[in-house]
């Protein structure tokens, strides 16, 4: 069977696989193949590669020591792991207990299998989970809570009690490449912290504020587990109330006029929270916004949007238009990279 595999020049190919890797990318249960010069390294997720890498389909051979769910349910069975948890999403009850028991049967390491019970739901954006399958380990861990690698930085996290997505590492990346060593950063929608443990590992502060009060716990455990605690400040309530220093739980700071760097991650919401990016914006800032829309205009709401609420204090120029990914029929995720300067 064809599987996407990324094709890089064999001299490259110990950086491409580590890279890969540290996005949790490669296909362990398929072998890498050297040919004419070229490596092909199995990807378990064509769309979260990076642009700059080429992808091909072909077939590779399956590892002979590891057995994979497929080799055991008899339909093409689709899950994400997310450290050691395994996220399914079954509606067929039989489907899904059978899939639950052929992880947990296979090479991958599993300690639990979850499906998803719900939409995201609410302003915390988190959802219900039914457990199919958990192994024992002699810890009082929950099924959920477990922790993730991505990009060299590691999350520990509880699905049950906030916000995560495996699925947009590349596009965490893509942002965080861009962080220079000491630039003011504010995530508006931290979670748990995959931009903001990345930024300060880049030499940024690297501010986050989250209304969930278990994710900001989780992005203060996060700093410190990656190193960064002493960049990394979180805060804990509504990013409108954070233009007020005595209005939030934070460290007193004034972060008006203060930000180089915004991150607002909260498609479908994201518009209504344009004035305090705005407030939060210093001279010269780059802000990051995440949209969800139509793709017969997906960009243009959130460019109004944005020229609304900045203009005429601010010149807004968009340096990037991109695609992150579908999101449902005719949706799409994207994100606007805009450069405030201010008049
Ligand atoms: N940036 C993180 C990531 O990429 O994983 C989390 C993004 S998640 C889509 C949005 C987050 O915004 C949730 O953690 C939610 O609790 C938080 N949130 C929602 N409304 C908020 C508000 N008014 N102020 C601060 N955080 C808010």
Same mark, same amino acid.
């Given at each position: 069977?064809?599987?996407?595999?990324?094709?890089?020049?064999?001299?490259?190919?110990?950086?491409?696989? @580590?890279?890969?890797?540290?996005?949790?990318?490669?296909?362990?249960?398929?072998? $890498?193949?050297?040919?004419?010069?070229?490596?092909? $390294?199995?990807?378990?997720?064509?769309?979260?590669?990076?642009?700059?890498?080429?992808?091909?389909?072909?077939?590779?051979?399956?590892?002979?020591?590891?057995?994979?769910?497929?080799?055991?349910?008899?339909?093409?069975?689709?899950?994400?792991?997310?450290?050691?948890?395994? =996220?399914?999403?079954?509606?067929? %009850?039989?489907?899904?207990? +059978?899939?639950?028991?052929?992880?947990?049967?296979?090479?991958? %390491? +599993?300690?639990?299998?979850?499906?998803?019970?719900?939409?995201?739901?609410?302003?915390?954006?988190?959802?219900?989970?039914?457990?199919?399958?958990?192994?024992?380990?002699?810890?009082?861990?929950?099924?959920?809570?477990?922790?993730?690698?991505?990009?060299?930085?590691?999350? +520990?996290?509880?699905?049950?009690?906030?916000?995560? @997505?495996?699925?947009?590492?590349?596009?965490?990346?893509? =942002?965080?490449?861009?962080?220079?060593?000491?630039?003011?950063?504010?995530?508006?929608?931290?979670? =748990?912290?995959?931009?903001?443990? %990345?930024?300060?590992?880049?030499?940024?502060?690297?501010?986050?504020?989250?209304?969930?009060?278990?994710? $900001?716990?989780?992005?203060?455990?996060?700093?410190?587990?990656?190193?960064? +605690?002493?960049?990394?400040?979180?805060?804990?309530?509504?990013?409108?109330?954070?233009?007020?220093?005595?209005?939030?739980?934070?460290?007193?700071?004034?972060?008006?006029?203060?930000?180089?760097?915004?991150?607002?991650?909260?498609?479908?919401?994201?518009?209504?929270?344009?004035?305090?990016? =705005?407030?939060?914006?210093?001279?010269?800032?780059?802000?990051?916004?995440?949209?969800?829309?139509?793709?017969?205009?997906?960009?243009?709401?959130?460019?109004?949007?944005?020229?609304?609420?900045?203009?005429?204090?601010?010149?807004?120029?968009?340096?990037?238009?991109?695609?992150?990914?579908?999101?449902?029929?005719?949706?799409?995720?994207?994100?606007?990279?805009?450069?405030?300067?201010?008049?």
């Amino acid at each position: 069977m064809a599987v996407p595999c990324v094709r890089v020049p064999r001299e490259d190919g110990e950086a491409v696989r @580590s890279t890969l890797a540290e996005a949790d990318l490669v296909t362990e249960t398929r072998e $890498i193949v050297v040919e004419d010069g070229w490596l092909y $390294i199995p990807v378990t997720d064509a769309t979260a590669v990076p642009d700059d890498y080429e992808v091909v389909h072909r077939d590779v051979p399956t590892r002979e020591t590891q057995t994979t769910p497929a080799d055991i349910v008899d339909f093409t069975p689709s899950y994400e792991r997310i450290g050691d948890v395994v =996220v399914v999403d079954e509606d067929d %009850p039989e489907r899904a207990q +059978a899939l639950a028991a052929a992880v947990m049967e296979s090479a991958i %390491p +599993a300690r639990a299998v979850i499906n998803r019970a719900s939409k995201v739901k609410g302003d915390l954006r988190v959802r219900d989970w039914e457990v199919l399958a958990v192994a024992e380990d002699g810890t009082d861990r929950a099924p959920t809570e477990t922790v993730h690698r991505e990009y060299g930085c590691e999350y +520990a996290l509880d699905l049950a009690a906030v916000y995560f @997505s495996p699925r947009l590492a590349t596009e965490r990346h893509r =942002v965080a490449e861009q962080v220079r060593a000491g630039e003011r950063t504010l995530d508006m929608f931290a979670g =748990v912290g995959p931009f903001v443990v %990345p930024f300060a590992k880049r030499g940024a502060t690297a501010v986050g504020v989250d209304l969930n009060d278990t994710a $900001i716990e989780y992005l203060r455990e996060n700093a410190r587990r990656n190193g960064v +605690a002493d960049r990394v400040t979180a805060i804990h309530g509504d990013v409108r109330t954070v233009t007020d220093p005595d209005g939030i739980d934070g460290d007193g700071t004034d972060y008006r006029d203060w930000a180089d760097r915004l991150v607002m991650n909260l498609p479908h919401s994201a518009e209504e929270f344009l004035d305090t990016a =705005v407030e939060l914006a210093s001279e010269e800032c780059v802000l990051h916004y995440y949209d969800i829309q139509h793709e017969d205009d997906p960009y243009g709401p959130g460019e109004r949007a944005i020229r609304a609420a900045a203009e005429p204090e601010y010149a807004v120029t968009v340096d990037t238009r991109h695609t992150v990914r579908s999101y449902a029929p005719h949706e799409l995720n994207v994100v606007l990279d805009v450069r405030l300067s201010r008049t």
